[in-house]
Nanobody
Framework: VQLVESGGGSVQAGGSLRLSCAYT?????MGWFRQVPGKERERVAS???????FYTDSVKGRFTISKDNAKDILYLQMNSLKPEDAAGYYC?????????????????WGQGTQVTVSS
């Protein structure tokens, strides 16, 4: 199983980034998480095979998760970025609670990509 993220970088507040995750394993639930050193990992957005999408409250209306099944790529479009969005972002596959895409634990993880947002 391989999950490879890309697209991170540095932007000013209000800017946009699109993260990509190329995967070799597709599960019912796939998601994006983020983590800041010293803090717990946070689920940002997740998507199920039937297209249902789930977002943490702080990113609703600004972030969009999508999945291209033909290309095996998971995306996270991030708009109106804020300094508090800065973190390492991780792609994940297969919720440990089958069918629950809002679970905080997943089985497979990418190596992460860093997002920096300056004010």
């Amino acid at each position: 199983v391989q999950l490879v993220e890309s697209g991170g970088g540095s932007v000013q507040a209000g800017g946009s980034l699109r993260l990509s995750c190329a995967y070799t394993y597709s599960s019912y639930c796939m998601g994006w998480f983020r983590q800041v050193p010293g803090k717990e990992r946070e689920r940002v957005a997740s998507i199920s095979n039937d297209g249902s999408k789930f977002y943490t409250d702080s990113v609703k209306g600004r972030f969009t998760i999508s999945k291209d099944n033909a290309k095996d790529i998971l995306y996270l479009q991030m708009n109106s970025l804020k300094p508090e969005d800065a973190a390492g972002y991780y792609c994940a596959a297969e919720s440990t609670k089958y069918g629950d895409c809002t679970a905080s634990t997943y089985k497979y993880w990418g190596q992460g990509t860093q997002v920096t947002v300056s004010s």
